[in-house]
């Protein structure tokens, strides 16, 4: 299950995404909230949170996210977590293979790298877009691009894997 920091004021929280851009399920400190996203015109949208409806409106702003509520401002800073890196298969002790997965259903905007690109930790490998946010998906390590399993431009869900890296 893909997690993000998520930072407001003085305070993070990690989120853990499960479902797709209209139907989610979002974990966090122990709790699992049901989000249903209805979209009603371009960075606005109905969210249905537990069966309670709001109206929010949501713009980027710099590096962050404001998301309005008509009586709340939320200024937001989303950040993928990285996972912690599991070893796919090895070959005298180092590991061969690592998939980067798109984090959720939405829109592949683009694949930075092609196979036989080498790539540091945290390198951008593809821009993808979901939810009216873009997101940068990154190598959770160095590495070789093995193989570009998926192309800019097309849908994607989540999970699926965008490249392998050796």
Do not use: N
């Not at 399920?25 to 949208?45: K, S």
């Not at 984090?103 to 930075?112: A, D, F, I, Y």
Request: hydrophobic share 45%; aromatic share 4%; with cysteine.
């Amino acid at each position: 299950m893909p997690a993000y920091e998520v930072e407001w004021e003085d305070q993070v929280a990690v989120v853990e995404v499960a479902g797709d851009a209209r139907d989610l399920t979002l974990t966090f400190g122990g709790r699992r909230v049901a989000v249903e996203m209805i979209p009603v015109a371009p960075g606005h949208c109905l969210a249905r949170i537990d069966g309670t409806a709001l109206a929010i409106a949501m713009r980027e702003d710099g590096d962050g996210l404001v998301i309005d509520t008509g009586w709340e401002r939320y200024r937001l800073r989303v950040r993928r977590r990285l996972p912690i890196p599991t070893r796919r298969g090895t070959r005298g002790g180092r590991e061969t293979a690592r998939a980067v997965p798109a984090p959720m259903p939405g829109l592949l905007v683009s694949v930075e790298v092609r196979e036989g690109d080498p790539v540091r930790a945290g390198q951008v490998v593809a821009i993808m877009e979901a939810m009216k946010m873009r997101m940068e998906i990154r190598a959770p390590a160095a590495g070789t691009v093995k193989r570009v399993h998926a192309r800019g431009g097309v849908e994607i869900t989540g999970g699926q894997p965008i490249v392998t890296l050796e």
